[in-house]
């Protein structure tokens, strides 16, 4: 059961015998390569793709994370290891080496914490899938049990996976507040209702494994995210944070910049970095943006399209040459340059309109940070990333059509399908 959540009674014994020395987790450890290597379905031929430490092993878990993520040549076989419980005490501890690094050197709110939580999630729904289908249902259920004890679970009880938007109140069965699980409990509430099609049917129809399971797995990414959480806040009172887990830690960061190295596409790759907002450089549809509109579509001009060319073309210009969807943290990961540089030119722009945008449409601030990819928040968190889509820059047709007070093409415009090519062409040339 510890294989599929770590923070299980089971998973915690097996820190407590096993996990505790700190000093040896960059050893060697022949136990882990033996586990390793007795797993028929692993790709040994490279010693490269065997973890030989607990450190070693943490590395291939994220990894495994972002090649499966990222790398269109995604090799499964050489992380197959990682999916057979033959290594289900080490993976346990390497779990807990992750958090508890992460916890102390980045804390609740950051990347890493996020992609560590979301990596977890990833391995158990991979990990269920190796699985045949009753003993899947089996340890689910087991699982569901210790997760939530109560017989009848109020929708309130997951009111931190709704809120932190891991599951939606819609994905759920509910009658007179409770979730509905249980095929006995369905049939007994919409019986009736549904007896014309096959109680048994529907039951598996709208709820069955499948909601038992989303549940589950987004309950343990939540626990892991309290547990690095947890940690961050024992950390903060200690005089020294560890050194081993700080070095972990930053071996961890540098295995999720990955994504951002070596999987850009599209122009060969390369590393994704921000670069100075050159004003000159701007296409004229972008220049009269940011001198305010004077009449109608203040909005549209400021929130859908001011704001995602900004932040891009500041951030991320090469999006569209790319094949991989960033957050603005991958690039900005503290977030002060949309605080310091880009936010102050939205709202600026903002403030030249007639009348001012805000001062009768305050809300629309909501709408910049919902555009920039962090949901629908008064500021910029990165615990809200993920929320909303970071937009990317509206086309030249869309400016045509929907705001063609602002298309006044210049001769560099020929050709060109989007204002951030058009910035893109021009810093090409100097």
């Known amino acids: 059961m510890s294989f599929i959540n770590p923070l299980s ?12 020395d700190l000093d040896r987790i960059f050893d060697v450890n022949e136990d882990i390569i033996d586990a390793v290597n007795s797993i028929t379905a692993q790709e040994i031929s490279d010693d490269a793709y065997i973890p030989k430490s607990y450190v070693d092993l943490v590395i291939k878990r994220v990894e495994w994370y972002i090649d499966k993520k990222s790398d269109p040549k995604y090799n499964h076989k050489k992380y197959a290891f990682l999916f057979y419980p033959e290594i289900s005490k080490y993976d346990v501890i390497a779990f807990y080496i992750i958090c508890q690094a992460v916890g102390i050197k980045f804390g609740p709110n950051s990347r890493e914490s996020r992609a560590v939580s979301e990596l977890q999630g990833q391995l158990i729904e ?3 899938e190796e699985l045949y289908e009753r003993e899947r249902s089996e340890i689910v259920d087991k699982i569901m049990n210790t997760l939530i004890v109560q017989d009848r679970i109020k929708w309130t009880s997951l009111a931190d996976l709704l809120s932190s938007k891991k599951i939606n109140l819609q994905d759920l069965v509910l009658k007179d507040g409770n979730i509905i699980l249980d095929q006995d409990d369905f049939i007994e509430y919409f019986g009736d209702v549904v007896k014309l099609q096959q109680p048994e049917r529907m039951y598996n129809v709208f709820i069955g494994n499948k909601i038992k399971e989303l549940i589950m797995i987004k309950m343990i990414m939540q626990n892991t995210e309290n547990y690095i959480k947890n940690v961050h806040e024992i950390a903060g009172r200690e005089v020294e944070p560890n050194s081993t887990l700080l070095k972990i830690a ?3 960061a540098d295995t999720l910049s990955k994504e951002i190295r070596y999987y850009g596409g599209g122009d060969g790759g390369g590393e994704v970095k921000a670069s100075p907002l050159s004003i000159e450089k701007l296409p004229p549809c972008i220049k009269k943006a940011l001198d305010g509109i004077k009449s109608g579509g203040r909005n549209e001009v400021i929130v859908l399209f001011l704001t995602p060319f900004l932040s891009y073309a500041r951030l991320y210009p090469s999006v569209f040459r790319r094949n ?5 943290s991958d690039v900005d990961a503290d977030l002060k340059i949309i605080q310091n540089e880009i936010l102050p030119m939205i709202y600026d722009a903002a403030d030249r309109c ?10 629309e601030k909501i709408n910049i940070n919902a555009k920039l990819g962090f949901g629908m928040h008064d500021g910029l968190n990165l615990q809200h990333e993920g ?3 970071w937009y990317t820059p509206m086309s030249c047709e869309k400016v045509k059509l929907n705001m063609p007070n602002l298309c006044k093409p210049d001769k560099t415009c020929k050709g060109i399908t989007n204002p951030l090519s058009y910035y893109n062409r021009k810093m090409r040339e100097k």
Not at 10 to 20: A, H, N, P, S
Not at 354 to 363: A, I, R, V
């Open 9 to 20: 009674d089971e998973g915690k014994q097996i820190v407590r015998e096993d996990g505790g």
């Open 126 to 128: 991979n990990r269920l």
């Open 250 to 252: 930053e071996e961890v």
């Open 324 to 328: 991989t969807t960033l957050k603005v």
């Open 354 to 363: 007639s009348p001012p945008l805000f001062d009768d449409q305050p809300q």
């Open 387 to 389: 929320e909303t889509t």
